[in-house]
């Protein structure tokens, strides 16, 4: 009996080794299929590839980063097969990278921890990737080709002095779509981009378009002369310079005669050397001098600047001009008087070869300095801008805003810029020929409900022009700036 029972437990003993050893060969065939698959968790690239044979994680990395991307413009949809930007996943680093730390580990200290059950800690692999950026804009080149619209800008409309209506439209924004699309072609599962387009919805006039409005405007008055506009948007401090000879743009300031214009310059150059308020005597000149244009008060004026000498007064204009930076501005002589004067001044404006308009050799203007000289004179009455700067401490806001009073009392009816601002607030001073009547001007500080500016226009013809024709020619200029500012936009 105690023979059986001693074979029993031997039998039971080489079974549960049989066993044992049969477990452990099964595991160890278990873990040696899981080694050659990449661990559990891990990442290639966002691409969730743990159990898988490298492989088949090849293959799957690829045909992820392969699918086509949708690109999204407005209600189109557009396929980028990443393949036509030469999209390629480098593979060849990645997968090395996912099986180093299990190349680099002992065989059987990893199949302890596999049959204890210990995790190893997984590190994903980020994306190697690369593809031509020239590819990627030369495809969203032909995308914007194919789906952009681009809006119409308003076109000049010379019978209504006003302008026709722009159309909207929309374009893609190129570089901001690179980088959605870049961000795109790296995603495993983002594959969508919703294209960035700009709308343009209203498209307002240019100071372009109303310098083309002008040009055509001028051509319809068959006016065989020169004239010179400059504008200036007080707020913005946009300019427009426009020369027009026989209809036909030139560039450059040209010297027109300044004629009661230089009247500006005058009272300008009067504050920059008074000190003080006006006296009642000082404060009536002005008046006369800019309201009632009156030579004899303005030569007075240059008297009290020269010091009782009238020559002396128009050379400290004519150095507050140069100080300025006004050039193409002087004076060289008394209005109303006959006598001496100084020798004429070389400006860039009157020693071109190009054009000539034989202006008054004494007292000589361009466009582009009056509308320049009003800008200043308006930053001066806001407390900033080059007059102050150029003369610290001898102008000030109220003294600006003095001689702005001084034009805007400058009331002739409706003529020329005034004429052509109905409703508007014009300081402005106008001067023009007598006999033969060939030059005409007029500057102007405008403030109008849609905006305010500077605005001078200057003409001149090659023979005696009737008044009523330069002040229709003036007037329609005028209305078309008017309109541009309170109608258009």
Request: include cysteine.
């Amino acid at each position: 009996m105690r023979s059986r029972r001693i074979n029993w437990l031997l039998i039971f003993s080489l079974v549960c080794l049989l066993s044992s050893v049969g477990l452990l060969i099964l595991e160890t065939v278990r873990y040696s299929q899981a080694f050659r698959q990449l661990p559990a968790g891990l990442a290639l690239g966002g691409v969730p590839v743990g159990g898988l044979t490298e492989e088949e994680a090849r293959q799957l990395l690829l045909t992820t980063y392969a699918s086509p991307l949708e690109l999204s413009y407005l209600d189109n949809v557009i396929l980028l097969n990443p393949g036509a930007v030469s999209f390629e996943v480098n593979v060849a680093v990645m997968l090395p990278q996912a099986t180093q730390s299990r190349n680099n580990a002992n065989y059987w200290n990893g199949f302890l921890d596999y049959m204890w059950l210990r995790t190893t800690e997984v590190q994903d692999v980020p994306l190697r990737a690369s593809y031509s950026q020239d590819q990627l804009r030369a495809f969203l080149q032909d995308v914007a080709e194919r789906y952009d619209r681009p809006g119409s800008p308003p076109k000049a409309d010379v019978n209504t002095l006003g302008f026709q209506p722009g159309e909207p439209g929309h374009t893609l924004n190129i570089d901001a779509a690179i980088g959605l699309v870049d961000a795109a072609l790296r995603s495993p599962t983002n594959r969508t981009v919703t294209l960035p387009v700009a709308e343009q919805t209203i498209i307002q006039p240019t100071l372009n378009t109303l310098g083309e409005l002008l040009t055509e405007n001028t051509r319809q008055f068959q006016f065989t002369g020169v004239m010179s506009v400059y504008l200036a948007d007080l707020r913005t401090g946009d300019e427009l310079a426009l020369t027009l000879s026989n209809g036909q743009p030139i560039t450059g300031p040209v010297a027109f005669s300044a004629m009661s214009v230089i009247k500006i310059p005058i009272m300008t150059a009067f504050f920059a050397n008074n000190v003080g308020a006006l006296t009642s005597d000082e404060n009536l000149l002005l008046q006369r001098s800019m309201e009632e244009s009156a030579n004899e008060s303005t030569d007075f004026i240059l008297r009290i600047l020269g010091g009782g000498d009238g020559l002396a007064g128009t050379r400290s204009v004519t150095s507050v001009m140069q100080r300025l930076d006004l050039k193409n501005t002087f004076i060289s002589g008394l209005l109303n008087v006959a006598g001496s004067v100084l020798a004429p001044l070389g400006t860039p404006a009157n020693q071109r070869t190009d054009i000539n308009l034989t202006p008054d050799p004494y007292n000589q203007t361009t466009a582009e300095d009056m509308g320049v000289l009003l800008v200043m004179i308006y930053q001066c009455s806001k407390g900033g801008g080059a007059l102050m700067a150029a003369f610290p401490n001898e102008f000030t806001p109220e003294e600006c805003q003095q001689m702005i009073q001084f034009l805007t009392a400058n009331q002739v009816g409706p003529i020329f810029i005034a004429g052509g601002t109905p409703g508007g607030v014009i300081a402005h001073k106008h001067g023009w020929d007598t006999v033969p009547l060939t030059n005409v001007g007029d500057a102007a500080l405008v403030f109008t409900p849609g905006g305010d500016y500077a605005l001078t226009i200057f003409l001149h013809s090659p023979e005696t022009i009737p008044f009523e024709d330069a002040n229709r020619i003036l007037i329609s200029m005028a209305r078309a700036v008017y309109g541009y500012y309170n109608q258009a936009r």
